[in-house]
């Protein structure tokens, strides 16, 4: 479904080999037991300054258990009748996303949309964009690194997790040394914003790659319910 999340993400950029700046062992990836402490679902580069820390720190909040299991059931049974008849894309080579269906939700349910409010008020200042983009990644499904549009996406990302943990990486664009892991556990809120949202990429690593402090994070299918405020203009 094309919708507008062609729009919101055609800013692509390739893949960084980030091989090239970080094998996942503790001993050379990440930082000290102070640090963890003070964000322990942030995990941040070697070459991370602590200015560039704390200014994460602020710009990339992560809220565990924001929903209860029964209100992701809940979720889940309205998600999977709207997903019911589409399949899994695991199309071009060049393409932003592996393995997953998406689509844009405009009303839900009574139940779920007193959820759907209830992360808009607690994530967002201001008005959201009416739709709410849901994306649904196959157990071998990953997003590539890139930045959501200016054009079609205000400064605040914000989504819940569905059925599995996961990890996203956020790469400075400038300076692709400075990243950081976020982990987003199973019914856990993300909200990225400002700097978080426009200076580096993110990307959902898959799940070869997914370690966070060393250990690895399994992630299964995923789905993540995503609130964006609209751009400034609109
Ligand atoms: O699945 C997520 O939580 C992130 C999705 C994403 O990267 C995007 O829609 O730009």
């Excluded at 809940?74 to 393409?95: A, T, V």
């Amino acid at each position: 479904m094309a919708l507008c999340l062609a729009n919101v993400r055609p800013t692509w950029r390739r893949a960084i080999p980030l091989s090239a700046i970080c094998s996942h062992s503790k001993a050379l990836c990440f930082s000290s037991a102070e640090s963890h402490a003070i964000s322990p679902n942030l995990e941040f580069s070697p070459d991370c300054d602590e200015a560039t820390k704390e200014r994460l720190r602020g710009n990339m909040k992560i809220h565990e258990d924001f929903i209860s299991a029964e209100e992701e059931n809940n979720l889940l049974e309205e998600l999977e009748l709207k997903f019911k008849r589409s399949r899994y894309q695991y199309d071009h080579w060049d393409d932003a996303i592996h393995g997953y269906r998406e689509t844009e939700k405009p009303t839900w349910n009574e139940v779920n949309n007193n959820v759907i409010n209830r992360l808009r008020s607690f994530a967002f200042s201001a008005t959201t964009m009416q739709h709410v983009h849901v994306l649904d990644l196959a157990e071998n499904g990953h997003i590539k690194p890139h930045l959501d549009s200016i054009k079609f996406c205000g400064n605040t990302i914000s989504g819940i997790s569905l059925l599995s943990p996961s990890i996203m990486r956020l790469i400075h664009i400038q300076r692709p040394e400075i990243f950081a892991k976020a982990l987003l556990p199973r019914r856990s809120l993300y909200i990225m914003k400002d700097f978080a949202r426009y200076d580096f990429n993110h990307e959902i690593l898959s799940n070869n790659e997914s370690f966070f402090r060393g250990e690895k994070v399994t992630k299964t299918r995923r789905i993540s319910v995503i609130c964006r405020s609209p751009p400034p203009s609109s």
